[in-house]
Nanobody, 124 residues
Framework: QVQLVESGGGLVQAGGSLRLSCAAS????????MGWFRQAPGKEREIVAAINWIGTTRYYADSVKGRFTISRDNAKNTVFLQMNSLKPEDTAVYYCAYSSSSSYSISGNGYGYWGQGTQVTVSS
């Protein structure tokens, strides 16, 4: 079992920044890829960013490229999502996910464990 706990969400004005954190426990963190997904009301869950086990390769959805940065600290079993220049369309519940592989997947099917989610609301 893997437990994932997200934090850092909240309400921010457009153009502002937030940093999400996801702390993992229960199984080896450092050899597994991690991902961030989001789901807005009435919409399907979508991938936001993903990172491989050591942080050498990253993926970003087109909608967040240049604004969001995913990173990880394997010594602290934590993955981060730095979100800058936030837009109202970034409003969603954000979930971190633990991959079954050392390489990331852009599909949610590649992740076996999920956090409870943290709400991000961007006001215009």
């Amino acid at each position: 079992q893997v437990q994932l706990v997200e934090s850092g969400g909240g309400l921010v004005q457009a153009g502002g920044s937030l940093r999400l954190s996801c702390a993992a426990s229960g199984r080896t963190f450092s050899t597994h890829a991690m991902g961030w997904f989001r789901q807005a009301p009435g919409k399907e869950r979508e991938i936001v960013a993903a990172i491989n086990w050591i942080g050498t390769t990253r993926y970003y959805a087109d909608s967040v490229k240049g604004r969001f940065t995913i990173s990880r600290d394997n010594a602290k079993n934590t993955v981060f999502l730095q979100m800058n220049s936030l837009k109202p369309e970034d409003t969603a519940v954000y979930y971190c996910a633990y991959s079954s592989s050392s390489s990331y997947s852009i599909s949610g099917n590649g992740y076996g464990y999920w956090g409870q989610g943290t709400q991000v609301t961007v006001s215009s």
